[in-house]
C-alpha cells in the first residue's frame, strides 16, 4: 500500500489532487481531496451547456485510486453504486475509499461539502 499517486497520460482525464489523508485500523480508509476542473476532458458532450461528470467516470476514479493506494488488481464485480448529486466543473469533492481486504471489497463516497454525491461498493482482487 502507498500514499503517492501517479497519474496516467493524459492529464485531463483526471482531478487535480489537492489532499490525500490515510487512516488504518480494521480496514483501510482514505480521503482525497480532489479539484475537478473545468478543463476536464469528461465534461465534453456530457451534456453541452450543462456539463456533469459522469458517473461512470466517477466509478473509475474509485477504482483507479484504489489500485494505487491498495494495491487493488483489478474488479470483480460492482455490489451497489448510488447517484445523489451531480458534480458540476471546478467542484472541490472529497472522495472516501474504505478498502475491506479480508472482504475483498471496496466502499467509496463522493463528497461535496456535507452532501454525499455518490456511492457504492465493489469487489476485487487484490495483490
Known amino acids: 500500500m502507498t500514499n503517492t499517486i501517479t497519474y496516467p497520460s493524459p492529464a485531463n482525464e483526471w482531478p487535480h489532487l489537492k489532499a490525500l ?8 480508509a482514505w480521503q482525497l481531496t480532489l479539484f475537478v476542473a473545468d478543463d476536464c476532458r469528461w465534461f ?7 456539463p456533469v461528470l459522469p458517473g461512470v467516470v466517477q466509478l473509475h476514479w474509485a477504482q483507479f485510486f484504489a489500485r494505487q493506494l491498495a494495491d ?4 470483480t ?10 458534480i ?4 472541490e469533492v472529497s472522495l472516501t475509499l ?9 466502499n467509496f463516497q463522493y ?6 454525491c455518490s456511492s457504492g ?3 476485487g482482487e487484490f495483490l
Open 121 to 123: 461498493t465493489f469487489s
Open 77 to 86: 464485480q460492482v455490489k451497489s453504486l448510488k447517484f445523489n448529486k451531480i
Open 88 to 91: 458540476l466543473p471546478n467542484t
Open 98 to 106: 474504505t478498502v475491506l481486504r479480508e472482504k475483498q471489497r471496496v
Open 72 to 75: 487493488l488488481k483489478r474488479i
Open 111 to 116: 463528497f461535496s461539502g456535507d452532501d454525499v
Open 44 to 50: 465534453n458532450g456530457h451534456f453541452p451547456g450543462n
Open 21 to 28: 489523508n490515510a487512516s488504518h485500523a480494521q480496514s483501510s
